[in-house]
């Protein structure tokens, strides 16, 4: 893991607590709240119990969604894989989260398996500045792509610039997207008369 990529997966365990979104068996998302309970090297740990639909879809898909708030407002989002973990994980968990032992008493804790999330791409994005700020991280696989570029077949006309919310494009032929301030809106997109702008999202559909 980066440096990176370190400090944002350290920024979720400091939050600690966040939404985790799965898709169940008939292909619905659910969402609950949980806590980051160890950042490392390796990636996320979380625990869950054997008995939650939770637990069942993380072992069905290895497929996992974060968001966070930040203190200031900044927002954490993350994809990732995810595994079941050797049961050490468990009494780990416990030692750094010694909160866990009111919940689960003694032996009982051994109900919960822990999950590392071992690869993922997220982002970090802040918009109560202006211009807004984003940045993107990954672990154990590509960064994923997002937003839009303009192609070689601008014409530099200007539509885009004028149009940008955060005034994040800079004139030329072809004009160019400071990808950091972007709102990704696709307001380029759409004013473009010769249609000139990309989308840089692709879905895992498709991937």
Do not use: N, R
């Given at each position: 893991m980066d440096e990176k990529a370190r400090k944002y997966v350290d920024m979720f365990r400091q939050v600690k607590i966040a939404s985790a979104a799965t898709v169940d068996e008939g292909g619905h998302p659910r969402s609950r709240i949980i806590n980051i309970m160890i950042a490392s090297d390796e990636g996320m740990y979380i625990v869950t119990?054997?008995?939650?639909?939770?637990?069942?879809?993380?072992?069905?898909?290895?497929?996992?969604?974060?968001?966070?708030?930040?203190?200031d407002c900044q927002s954490l989002k993350f994809w990732?894989?995810?595994k079941m973990a050797e049961k050490k994980w468990v009494d780990e968990v416990f030692e750094q989260n010694p909160g866990m032992n009111e919940v689960y008493p003694g032996d009982t804790r051994y109900?919960?398996?822990a999950f590392l999330i071992y690869q993922g791409s997220g982002e970090w994005f802040d918009l109560l500045h202006y211009p807004i700020r984003r940045e993107s991280f990954s672990y154990g696989m590509e960064e994923e792509r997002a937003g839009y570029l303009i192609t070689d077949a601008c014409t530099g006309c200007g539509a885009c610039t004028a149009v940008c919310p955060q005034k994040c494009i800079t004139e030329g032929t072809p004009c160019i997207i400071n990808a950091s301030n972007c709102l990704q809106c696709g307001a380029c997109r759409e004013i473009c008369p010769v249609d000139a702008v990309r989308s840089l999202y692709k879905s895992k559909a498709t991937q």
């Open positions: 119990s054997k008995g939650k639909p939770f637990y069942s879809q993380l072992v069905k898909t290895g497929e996992i969604a974060l968001s966070a708030m930040c203190p990732g894989k995810v109900i919960l398996d």
